[in-house]
């Protein structure tokens, strides 16, 4: 099954890995493995992402020196992980074509297969579970700074174990990791239990915004560079707000409105019911999972919610 990333890796020497803006666990750490995995084979290896890694996976060891700008030229393959498509990767992603020989490895519903390999299978739990089967198939030997990256990209991208996508094999390579070092409730610590307190100051006022629509099936919360200002925060301190909506009784999406610095609206939509969420994500040109996804969408906040909930069609 991976005969042609296996005679990829084989015949390259100089490999660029890049995964999606905004990176969550499973891009930093399904970015990160893969990078230590072709070094250990002996390869020169770097690892490219726009957005600095935020402050809940700061604990996972780096493959320094990390580069921070698109290269034109001095890498003859490209792995890009957990992105479904390749303007994913933020502004310059052209270049990438020109850049070497291009692998796309992910799990999004909604990937277009803009590889020249494509390791696509939606039914992964993340990125991070096709990495452990790619390394397992390179015959890599996993290391701590491996094992961590990979059993923080499962759990975070499961939800903790809770979506649809955790599957015994999920667990399996979690536990298989725990014996490579990997602590559970240590990792649990860092990402789940270490946010500062400006954090709950931004989600007090993001709850304000609490809004139901369509007999109370549809959630959305929105948050404003004005609360960002007013608190202290950015963006990094919002990820898993729309995890909170998703709680509440009977609703069948949760939607969280960000503001960016553009003035555009970043949407994250959560789906617990029969709503296919990559869908909608797509109406506006994202994507993502059938249970997960998110989109940029333009107008004011009440446009926003307005295209929103109409497009929801609940
Ligand atoms: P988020 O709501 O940002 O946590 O994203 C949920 C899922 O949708 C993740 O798998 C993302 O990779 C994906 N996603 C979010 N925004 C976009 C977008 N603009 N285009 C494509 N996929 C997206
Ligand atoms: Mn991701
Ligand atoms: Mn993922």
């Known amino acids: 099954m991976f005969q042609k990333i296996k005679e990829a890796v084989d015949r390259g020497r100089r490999f660029l890995v890049a995964t999606h803006i905004d990176p969550d666990g499973d891009a930093i750490g399904s970015a990160f493995a893969l990078c230590f995995a072709l070094r250990s084979l002996g390869k020169d290896a770097a690892v490219y992402m726009r957005d600095g890694i935020p402050y809940r996976y700061a604990f996972l060891p780096k493959p320094e020196p990390m580069i921070r700008e698109i290269p034109k030229n001095g890498y003859d393959t490209v792995l890009i992980v957990d992105c479904g498509d390749l303007a994913r990767v933020g502004d310059g992603h052209e270049t990438l074509n020109h850049l070497g020989y291009l692998i796309n490895i992910d799990h999004h519903d909604t990937n277009d297969a803009f590889g020249q390999i494509n390791i696509v299978d939606e039914r992964a739990s993340s990125s991070a579970e096709l990495l452990y089967l790619i390394l397992k198939a390179l015959g890599v030997t996993f290391s701590y ?120 609206f970043k949407v994250s939509m959560r789906s617990k019911g029969n709503v296919d969420v990559a869908l909608t994500a797509q109406k506006f040109g994202g994507g993502g999972h059938q249970k997960a996804a998110g989109c940029t969408i333009e107008g004011d906040i009440s446009d926003v919610k307005n295209k929103l909930t109409g497009a929801l069609s609940l």
């Open 145 to 264: 700074e491996i094992a961590i990256s990979l059993y923080t990209a499962v759990l975070t991208d499961t939800g903790s174990f809770r979506y649809d996508s955790t599957t015994q094999r999920a667990f399996s390579i979690c536990e298989e990791m725990t014996g490579f070092g990997v602590v559970p409730s240590r990792v649990a610590g860092e990402v789940y239990e270490s946010h500062p307190k400006e954090r709950y100051l931004l989600l007090c006022r993001v709850l304000g915004t609490l809004e139901f629509f369509s007999n109370d099936r549809i959630a959305t919360a929105y948050v404003t560079r004005d609360m960002f200002a007013t608190t202290g925060t950015n963006r990094e301190h919002t990820e898993g707000f729309v995890e909170y909506i998703k709680e509440i009784r009977g609703i069948e999406v949760a939607c969280v409105i960000r503001e960016l610095d553009n003035g555009k």
